[in-house]
């Protein structure tokens, strides 16, 4: 039982000796939380790091960064308007079952070169290559078809972009990028991921990941939008009541101030 030890312990640290000869990152980000108030138009977010070398050598060739922030994942029920006997209707609908409510992603270089489409579709690197999972049933030409148009969509509100120069990298180790968190950004726990590619010695063929890193963002609202946040959650019921007075009650006192004033 004596003898096995030793065997039985160096099993257990192989992964540990392994990993110890490939770079690691070191990664962080300005701000661990983010507060949303009632002024609230938007952030800058700086993602930065370090890259650790075994022995501290840098090798010959250097080695690339891209960076993604992610939000948390939603089901999406898509809806597309069609203009139908002179009046925009809705025509048809898909619904995707797991979103990134945000998703934005810098690199050093564009993804293309750094990285083949299997890799980039399996570490969800670029926005044309997020696993959106449709809902099924739908024939794939209209999967597409809605997938171009929540994609767009979601480009044109600020929760969905790439930059494909977004990152800076000095002397080799050293990184930042600085993502922008729009206004109407959804709360909750979103993902800093660092993702170190390291070039292919041969040019005609493309890199590798070779380290992964993450860290964890808190985006909730604060004073009077944390609490009625809260309540139209807690209380969705009487929250939808008191939308319906509160609407009645600015409607009818606008009428009176408008019938008073002419």
Avoid at 36 to 48: E, T
Avoid at 88 to 101: E, T
Avoid at 118 to 129: D, F, K, P, Q
């Amino acid at each position: 039982m004596t003898a096995r030890f030793p065997l039985v312990a160096l099993a257990l640290l192989a992964p540990l000796l392994i990993a110890a000869d490939k770079p690691v990152l070191v990664p962080d980000v300005s701000a661990r939380q983010v507060q949303i108030r009632y002024s609230f138009s938007g952030a800058q977010l700086l993602l930065f790091g370090a890259i650790a070398y075994p022995g501290g050598r840098r090798p010959e060739s250097p080695a690339a960064i891209a960076v993604v922030l992610r939000g948390p994942v939603q089901p999406i029920l898509l809806r597309e308007k069609q203009k139908i006997a002179g009046i925009w209707m809705n025509a048809d609908s898909s619904r995707f079952r797991s979103a990134p409510s945000y998703y934005a992603v810098a690199s050093s270089r564009p993804i293309r070169e750094l990285v083949d489409d299997r890799t980039a579709s399996i570490y969800e690197l670029g926005v044309h290559n997020l696993q959106l999972s449709p809902g099924g049933g739908a024939l794939p030409e209209k999967e597409r078809h809605f997938e171009a148009g929540l994609l767009d969509l979601r480009r044109r509100e600020g929760l969905y972009s790439q930059d494909p120069h977004g990152v800076e990298i000095t002397d080799g180790i050293l990184y930042r990028a600085v993502v922008t968190i729009p206004s109407q950004v959804p709360v909750g726990t979103y993902t800093a991921e660092t993702f170190l590619i390291e070039p292919n010695p041969d040019p005609s063929k493309s890199g590798r990941v070779v380290a992964v890193a993450t860290r964890d963002i808190e985006i909730n609202k604060s004073g009077f939008e944390r609490n009625v946040w809260l309540a139209s959650r807690r209380h969705r019921f009487a929250y939808g009541i008191a939308c319906v007075v509160l609407s009645l009650g600015l409607g009818w006192a606008a009428a009176v101030a408008f019938r008073r004033r002419f």
